[in-house]
């Protein structure tokens, strides 16, 4: 056990979580937050038998990801806000063909080349909405060092579990700060692994719909027609241009992730019964909101602390039952306010809400949230 006690970045947890969840291939592009990662499994990977690949740009990276996982390769890109930003085409093909692949997205202040070291949340609706059309998203945020580790285990399973692209959404804080980390032996890991088909290639479909809605997945070159493009397409993967199968398709995408809220819905919480005003981070937040929450407790008030480890899809049933019994609810971020739309959106009419929010580089420290929790007792 003595060799699974590290010190380690965030980042280097990220390289340490993708290897234990069986990644076998990264393609991408060095960019500051995030070149640690990179830099890692580019060390690591070949140990592991997997391959690293420098792309020229991150379009190609995306792309490159996608190919290798329909070949059969768990595989990773790591990049951060310029980065993700033109990740998003592929990103968006990823999602419709249901190619299984992790994004990570280490989140520095911008837009355009911004403040490259210094920290945001300010990518969050981006992990959302960043590629064109409604679409089905995972998304989860690590608070510290250890949960890195774990979430990058996680998105590698829902990846896989569910066929489709997730994305991890660090900020440079949790990237960059160093933490102990007492990493897990291999056979206590949960490890999911894409499903097979059951039937031989003459009667295979790649898009067959089925009771848990995630079609089967043969790695290309098996022997298995397997076609994917772009266009709405029907079980084969061939489009036919029909309403119908757009629609079709849309809701059985979009049904596979909001019927499992129960498994991919991960968040914490330190509520007691009387507690009436709640603080909800997510991220490197999160730190400065539990200190926040232990002082106020000290000082006699009623407070409690949300996390939220994901992000999208957001736990829309349990924010409300929250703002039915809390008589305030606090959101913290490092941007103009971002979640917090979603929060007010579900708790319209019960819990009154208030933000914090810093978008210039700097963190939300301790005393402010502590101040805003004095402020609305």
């Known amino acids: 056990m003595k060799d699974k006690i590290k010190l380690l970045q965030g980042d280097e947890a990220v390289v340490e979580g993708a290897i234990a969840a069986g990644a076998r291939f990264f393609a991408g592009y060095p960019i500051t937050p ?7 499994l580019a060390e690591k990977l070949p140990i592991y038998g997997g391959k690293f690949i420098q792309m020229e740009d991150e379009l190609a990276s995306m792309a490159c990801v996608i190919g290798a996982s329909l070949s059969g390769l768990k595989s990773i890109t790591a990049t951060s806000g310029p980065g993700f930003s033109l990740k998003q085409e592929n990103l968006g093909l990823g999602m419709m063909i249901e190619v299984p692949c992790v994004v990570v997205n280490v989140q520095r202040v911008g837009p355009s080349t911004g403040l490259p070291t210094s920290p945001s949340q300010g990518d969050v609706m981006q992990a959302k909405w960043g590629t064109h059309g409604d679409h089905p998203v995972i998304a989860l945020a690590p608070s510290s060092v250890k949960e890195t580790y774990e979430l990058t285990v996680n998105a590698f399973n829902f990846a896989e ?10 900020d440079e804080i949790v990237g960059h700060m160093r933490e102990k980390v007492v990493l897990p032996d291999e056979e ?5 692994n894409r499903k097979k088909p059951e039937v031989g290639p003459e009667n295979f479909n790649p898009y067959e719909e089925t009771d848990g809605l995630v079609p089967p997945m043969p790695n290309y070159g ?26 079709n398709l849309m809701d059985r995408l979009m049904a596979k992730i909001e019927g499992n809220m129960d498994i991919i819905s991960l968040y914490e919480e330190d509520i007691r019964d009387d507690d009436e005003i709640i603080v909800l981070a997510y991220g490197s937040t999160m730190r400065s909101a539990i200190n926040a929450i232990n002082q106020a407790r000290e000082a006699g008030i009623k407070a409690g602390w949300i996390k939220l480890k994901t992000i999208w899809p957001f736990p829309v049933d349990y924010i409300k039952e929250v703002g039915r019994r809390a008589k305030a609810l606090i959101i913290p971020e490092l941007n ?7 929060v007010r959106e579900n708790v319209f009419g019960n819990a009154e809400v208030h933000g914090i929010n810093k978008y210039d ?4 420290k301790p005393e402010e949230i502590l101040n805003m929790i004095q402020e609305v007792k």
């Open 336 to 342: 103009r306010g971002q979640i917090i739309k979603e």
């Open 361 to 364: 580089g700097t963190l939300i």
């Open 222 to 247: 098996e022997g298995y027609r397997y076609h994917t493009t772009g266009l709405f397409h029907d079980r084969t993967g061939f489009p036919r241009g029909t309403n119908e199968d757009a629609k």
């Open 34 to 40: 995030a070149s640690e990662i990179a830099e890692g």
């Open 161 to 170: 579990r569910f066929r489709t692209p997730v994305i991890l959404l660090l």
């Open 188 to 192: 206590d890991i949960e490890i999911w």
